[in-house]
Each structure stands twice: as C-alpha cells, then as structure tokens.
C-alpha cells in the first residue's frame, strides 16, 4: 500500500503565493516521476508539472516561469511552488506519485487533492 497525502492549498489573493506539499509512504521500493495536477471545476484532470528522480523538470505551458516543482528524495517528497497566482489558477490540485512497491509492483498513486482558490 501507497499512500499519497497532499498539504498547503488555501485561499489567495490574485498575484500571492502558495506552496503545496507531498508526501508519499508505505511499502515504497523506489519512486519514479512525481507530478502536480489541477482539475477545475467541469474540466478534466491536467498536467501542471513534473519531475523525475534524476530532477528533471517539464511544466504546462500555463504555469512557466510562475510555478517551481521539486523533490527531496530522502522524504518522498514534491513540492509546488506557485508564485504570481491568477483566478484561472484556481482548482484541486493532485499529487501523482509513480515507482516500484517492496514487493517488485509498479504502482502510481494519487492524493486526495487539495483545493487552491486565488481571489482577483
């Protein structure tokens, strides 16, 4: 079992900052690719921004040079730095955490979102 748990959404003000967080553990081997992603109200699920073990790093077009992923991988942990915040910003935003199980199974997990609201 993997549990992924997301922190640090909230209500912003149009042009402020947040920061979210997560956390992956359990029966963890190894992780892969960890993302950020957003879904708004009746939209789909997106990609915001991901990033592989080795640090690499691909954003959304929508989000460059405003949002910052990264990782500390001694935590399983991924972190979203989001600065210059808009309204169209606003949505739940899930972490996706992908690797290998102790018991040699490939899994990818989701959290259970957290919601980011950024007033204009």
């Known amino acids: 079992q993997v549990q992924v748990v997301e922190s640090g959404g909230g209500l912003v003000q149009a042009g402020g900052s947040l920061r979210l967080s997560c956390a992956a553990s359990g029966s963890i081997l190894s992780l892969t690719n960890m993302g950020w992603y957003q879904q708004a109200p009746g939209k789909q699920r997106e990609p915001v921004a991901v990033?592989?073990?080795?640090?690499?790093?691909d954003y959304a077009d929508s989000v460059k040079a405003r949002f910052t992923i990264s990782r500390d991988n001694a935590k399983n942990t991924v972190y979203l730095q989001m600065n210059s915040l808009k309204p169209e910003d606003t949505a739940v935003y899930y972490c996706?955490?992908?690797?290998?199980?102790?018991?040699?199974?490939?899994?990818?997990?989701w959290g259970q979102g957290t919601q980011v609201t950024v007033s204009s």
């Open positions: 996706n955490a992908q690797g290998t199980t102790t018991w040699g199974t490939i899994f990818g997990s």
């Open positions: 990033i592989t073990s080795g640090g690499s790093t």
